[in-house]
Antibody
Framework: QITLKESGPTLVKPTQTLTLTCTFS??????????VGWIRQPPGKALEWLAL???????RYSPSLKTRLSVAKDSSKNQVVLTVTNMDPADTATYYC?????????????????WGQGTLVTVSS | DIQMTQSPTSLSAFVGDRVSITCRAS??????LNWYQQKPGKAPKLLIY???SLEGGVPSRFSGSGSGTDFTLTISSLQPEDFASYYC?????????FGQGTKLEIK
């Protein structure tokens, strides 16, 4: 059974750096083809893809946020960390991490099969 | 960036109705299209991947079709638990993008 859970601060001040941790179980980020993505959703709005890290440490970022985003994995701890610098009230959102299944499992396109419960981060002074 | 446009943005229907939601991509994305269901306060749930493949455990009343730029999610007979928001998602190229969502409400 695959589970993911996001953790981190619920309130940050403008200009601060946000660090969120995704702790997962039921899969290994050392397994070929596996990835973990980050997606956010401002209150009442649509989903926005942020970043994706793969088993081989390849990383993909949203170009609109690339200068502010960083993602890293610790496969031994089953964790992925997302860092967002220079936080702004417009970054207020629920942040989700999600499991990207490998093509070898039959998922022939990238998708997010399992999701964490999400964590609401509010940016306010 | 590839823009994903869903229609309608909201929809009211009765239990038992057949409903369809469409998603249009700003350029061809082959079959790199996924559909998610999201209920209030919950994380999205994968329904359909690769335009038409049903995720395990998802009821067969859900189906997906399309390729290129035009895609459709169909629910053949609405059940009470289907009232939720639905999002399409292209994974053809980064930045991956989602549609703006369709809120399905009980009439």
């Amino acid at each position: 059974q695959i589970t993911l859970k996001e953790s981190g601060p619920t309130l940050v001040k403008p200009t601060q750096t946000l660090t969120l941790t995704c702790t997962f179980s039921g899969f290994s980020l050392s397994t070929s083809g596996v990835g973990v993505g980050w997606i956010r959703q401002p209150p009442g709005k649509a989903l926005e893809w942020l970043a994706l890290i793969y088993w081989d440490d390849a990383k993909r970022y949203s170009p609109s946020l690339k200068t502010r985003l960083s993602v890293a994995k610790d496969s031994s701890k089953n964790q992925v960390v997302l860092t967002v610098t220079n936080m702004d009230p417009a970054d207020t959102a629920t942040y989700y991490c999600a499991h990207r299944p490998p093509y070898s499992s039959g998922y022939y396109v990238e998708c997010f099969q399992h999701w964490g419960q999400g964590t609401l981060v509010t940016v306010s002074s | 960036d590839i823009q994903m446009t869903q229609s309608p943005t909201s929809l009211s229907a009765f239990v038992g109705d057949r409903v369809s939601i469409t998603c249009r991509a700003s350029q061809s994305i082959g079959r790199y299209l996924n559909w998610y269901q999201q209920k209030p306060g919950k994380a999205p749930k994968l329904l359909i991947y690769g335009a038409s493949s049903l995720e395990g455990g998802v009821p067969s009343r859900f189906s997906g079709s399309g390729s290129g730029t035009d895609f459709t999610l169909t629910i053949s007979s609405l059940q009470p638990e289907d009232f939720a928001s639905y999002y399409c998602h292209q994974s053809y190229s980064t930045p991956y993008t989602f549609g703006q969502g369709t809120k399905l409400e009980i009439k």
